[in-house]
């Protein structure tokens, strides 16, 4: 069993480690795709842990990915709320074996 080091900053509560590797390691958060985005803003309003953001561009309001690195691993809560499907993450069978790598890695240290 791997215990997951968290930290509360605010009312945030953020991964410092997942299965013992560095959160910053692991390639994991979500992404953007402007093309069908309609900056409505429920990722804003879904994500507890910050991912997102507003920014102003051109004068309009747009959801940014501000802080990828807060995403919990494997959550994909915000694709799921997005209404039209703008949100994707990479894929969970390449982030495993990419977390099994550095796991490994680190054992033989």
């Not at 997942?18 to 979500?30: D, M, V």
């Not at 990915?65 to 995403?71: E, F, G, S, T, W």
Request: contains cysteine.
């Amino acid at each position: 069993m791997f215990l997951i080091a968290t930290q509360v900053v605010g009312l945030i509560m953020l991964e410092e480690t997942y299965e013992g590797i560095p959160r910053e390691k692991i390639p994991w958060g979500p992404k953007i795709d402007y093309t069908k985005c309609i900056s409505c803003g429920k990722c804003v309003e879904f994500c507890h842990n910050n991912a997102f953001a507003f920014e102003e561009k051109d004068g309009k309001k747009l959801s940014v990915v501000k802080n990828p690195n807060n995403c919990v691993v494997f959550c994909r809560g915000c694709e799921d709320i997005c209404p039209v499907g703008a949100i994707t993450h990479p894929s969970e069978e390449v982030i495993q074996k990419i977390i099994d790598r550095l796991k490994s890695e680190k054992t033989k240290t």
